[in-house]
């Protein structure tokens, strides 16, 4: 069997385990599959994520800056570290994008040009819907994630859907031109 093959058969099989357990933990699935987050992402149904270039980084983190409340995760093999609260407005300086967010909890450096790609997506997680962007580096490793924020009763909040929606059609039509 050839490489190509391989990667063929492995990516037939994490379709069918997203299938199986659509709300399953896809670091799980790449740590199994010894493929990256980003290899595993690119297996979910086509109408679960959108994927953009990574130079639209700043654009995305700016218009985010906006929605209010979120949920920020970096995921690694160490830890899952979580932020909930407004993310911060950023600007560059010495070659990295500094979060500005001293008095909101969050802050700081970000380095835009590791960013290789940036996936809008919709699936299920733990029994409920989630939207978040991913930022993935040119290793398929997440650099950190960006989740649309919950209401009291645990929805997604209204307000951030549309700005996920509107936002994921932009990038993709600015990619397509």
Not at 87 to 96: D, E
């Amino acid at each position: 069997m050839n490489m190509k093959q391989q990667a063929t058969d492995a990516t037939e099989v994490i379709r069918n385990a997203i299938l199986a357990k659509p709300d399953g933990i896809l670091e799980h699935l790449a740590e199994e599959h010894r493929v990256s987050l980003r290899a595993v992402i690119d297996c979910l149904p086509d109408d679960s994520a959108t994927a953009v270039a990574g130079d639209r980084f700043i654009d995305v983190l700016s218009d985010v800056a906006a929605w209010g409340d979120i949920t920020f995760i970096c995921h690694s093999k160490d830890a899952v570290v979580e932020f909930c609260g407004p993310f911060p407005k950023g600007r560059m300086g010495h070659g990295m994008y500094n979060l500005q967010g001293a008095k909101t909890g969050l802050s700081g450096h970000l380095r835009p040009e590791r960013c290789a790609a940036i996936y809008f997506v919709r699936r299920p997680f733990m029994g409920l819907e989630t939207m978040s962007i991913q930022f993935f580096n040119a290793d398929g490793q997440a650099m950190f994630k960006i989740y649309v924020g919950r209401d009291e009763q645990r929805q997604l909040r209204a307000d951030q859907v549309e700005h996920f929606v509107r936002l994921c059609a932009e990038m993709a039509a600015a990619d397509a031109s």
